[in-house]
T-cell receptor
Framework: ELKVEQNPLFLSMQEGKNYTIYCNYSTTSDRLYWYRQDPGKSLESLFVLLSNGAVKQEGRLMASLDTKARLSTLHITAAVHDLSATYFCAVVPNTGNQFYFGTGTSLTVIP | EAQVTQNPRYLITVTGKKLTVTCSQNMNHEYMSWYRQDPGLGLRQIYYSMNVEVTDKGDVPEGYKVSRKEKRNFPLILESPSPNQTSLYFC??????????????FGSGTQLSVL
């Protein structure tokens, strides 16, 4: 059974601090996606990572992919309240076309 | 405006009463899919479609049906809903069927309660 595990599930952090969310997966994949969901809202795409060593950055968020370790990270730099949301990673196996989502990380940034 | 439109936004029904949740996209996307979101379980794929008349089961297809007669529409059908299908449902699409380098565009969601 394919698994996508995120850690931590819940994260409360102070404004201005740094932290990393981890996404481990159990299949061979070069395709890793990060999405953001605000409370009561739909999901929006943040990053698409398509190769080993891929790194993408937007604002205070940076995502990376290590396909050998089957690990992606989402690093938050100098958190601000607007980043409070639930973050999901998703994997598509190299042999398929189905998206497998992690359980999500609920991030709360405290002033 | 480019979007994925789901209807209804909220639905309360009773066990066994057939229902359809509609999904339509105006971006000429080839790939469309349905997910359910449950607390602690993340999103799980129900069905997906690579193109018109082509559909495949996802992780949790039991109790659901789909059809893809037109490129823009991908309805989700519950022939005989049961309480364990109470969930938040999302439709999503992406441009190409190969979906490499393609992000998903999500609808606004349908909160379904089956009593």
């Amino acid at each position: 059974e394919l698994k996508v595990e995120q850690n931590p599930l819940f994260l409360s952090m102070q404004e201005g601090k740094n932290y990393t969310i981890y996404c481990n997966y159990s299949t061979t994949s070069d395709r890793l996606y990060w999405y953001r969901q605000d409370p009561g809202k739909s999901l929006e795409s943040l990053f698409v990572l398509l190769s080993n060593g891929a790194v993408k950055q937007e604002g205070r968020l940076m995502a990376s992919l290590d396909t050998k370790a089957r690990l992606s990270t989402l690093h938050i730099t100098a958190a601000v309240h607007d980043l409070s949301a639930t973050y999901f990673c998703a994997v598509v196996p190299n042999t398929g076309n189905q998206f497998y989502f992690g359980t999500g990380t609920s991030l709360t940034v405290i002033p | 405006e480019a979007q994925v439109t789901q209807n209804p936004r909220y639905l309360i029904t009773v066990t066994g009463k057939k229902l359809t949740v509609t999904c339509s996209q105006n971006m000429n996307h080839e790939y469309m899919s349905w997910y359910r979101q449950d607390p602690g379980l993340g999103l799980r794929q129900i069905y997906y479609s690579m193109n018109v008349e082509v559909t495949d089961k996802g992780d949790v297809p039991e109790g659901y049906k789909v059809s893809r007669k037109e490129k823009r529409n991908f309805p989700l059908i519950l022939e005989s809903p049961s309480p364990n299908q109470t969930s938040l449902y999302f439709c999503a699409s992406s441009l190409r069927a190969s979906i490499v380098n393609e992000k998903l565009f999500f609808g606004s969601g349908t909160q379904l309660s089956v009593l």
